[in-house]
């Protein structure tokens, strides 16, 4: 009776201190904010990307290409996704766009696509005019008809680009200009939302 009695209480405070572990565990800054530290940017090269205080759903929206075909977020499952909105009248967004387009060159092959989406009511016209005229060649000719996708994420203004992790959560926005070009803001997009 008496032994009974002792192991109850050693197997008692036993889990008592696995669940106070786990918790801290859970709780810990390390852990409890694993997805936030990688995606905090460092540095005044980053300051325009703003993290999410935690991942966010994002709703279901379509954008079109070229032949017609409707693309969704779904179809880039598994992968890191740089979303960005953005039109031809946009004086920013043009200056953007050659970055982009080196930018998705650079990390399609480890896992991350990088997608613009015009907002140009001309549609597709628009967009393949602009492609020759500044020389895009690694980025699809993506387009939200009515300006539906952009609405559904809250876009405010042009331009406007999404981070999103391979599990299609977004974890930070940049809202207008920003320097995509460079190894630091490539580095920060593997260690955001490359595939782990």
């Not at 996704?81 to 399609?108: G, I, Q, S």
């Not at 480890?110 to 549609?123: E, H, K, Q």
């Not at 999103?164 to 997009?189: C, M, S």
């Given at each position: 009776?008496?032994?009974?009695?002792?192991?109850?209480?050693?197997?008692?405070?036993?889990?008592?201190?696995?669940?106070?572990?786990?918790?801290?565990?859970?709780?810990?800054?390390?852990?409890?904010?694993?997805?936030?530290?990688?995606?905090?940017?460092?540095?005044?090269?980053?300051?325009?990307?703003?993290?999410?205080?935690?991942?966010?759903?994002?709703?279901?929206?379509?954008?079109?290409?070229?032949?017609?075909?409707?693309?969704?977020?779904?179809?880039?499952?598994?992968?890191?996704?740089?979303?960005?909105?953005?039109?031809?009248?946009?004086?920013?967004?043009?200056?953007?766009?050659?970055?982009?387009?080196?930018?998705?060159?650079?990390?399609?092959?480890?896992?991350?696509?990088?997608?613009?989406?015009?907002?140009?009511?001309?549609?597709?016209?628009?967009?393949?005019?602009?492609?020759?005229?500044?020389g895009i060649t690694n980025l699809?000719?993506?387009?939200?008809?009515?300006?539906?996708?952009?609405?559904?994420?809250?876009?405010?203004?042009?331009?406007?680009?999404?981070?999103?992790?391979?599990?299609?959560?977004?974890?930070?926005?940049?809202?207008?200009?920003?320097?995509?070009?460079?190894?630091?803001?490539?580095?920060?997009?593997?260690?955001?939302?490359?595939?782990?």
């Amino acid at each position: 009776m008496y032994v009974t009695s002792i192991l109850q209480r050693s197997f008692i405070t036993w889990m008592g201190a696995a669940i106070v572990s786990g918790v801290i565990f859970l709780i810990s800054p390390a852990h409890a904010s694993g997805d936030k530290a990688l995606c905090t940017p460092e540095g005044e090269a980053l300051s325009a990307i703003k993290p999410l205080d935690a991942p966010a759903a994002l709703p279901a929206l379509t954008l079109t290409t070229a032949d017609g075909r409707e693309v969704t977020l779904a179809d880039y499952a598994g992968r890191g996704v740089v979303l960005n909105f953005w039109a031809t009248w946009c004086a920013p967004c043009v200056r953007e766009m050659p970055e982009l387009d080196r930018l998705n060159a650079a990390l399609a092959p480890v896992g991350i696509d990088v997608l613009a989406a015009s907002m140009d009511r001309a549609g597709h016209s628009a967009i393949a005019a602009f492609y020759e005229k500044i020389g895009i060649t690694n980025l699809a000719a993506l387009h939200d008809p009515k300006g539906t996708a952009a609405r559904a994420l809250g876009i405010r203004g042009l331009p406007t680009t999404l981070i999103i992790r391979p599990d299609g959560q977004e974890v930070a926005r940049i809202e207008g200009i920003h320097h995509y070009d460079t190894d630091v803001t490539k580095a920060y997009l593997k260690r955001c939302i490359g595939p782990k």
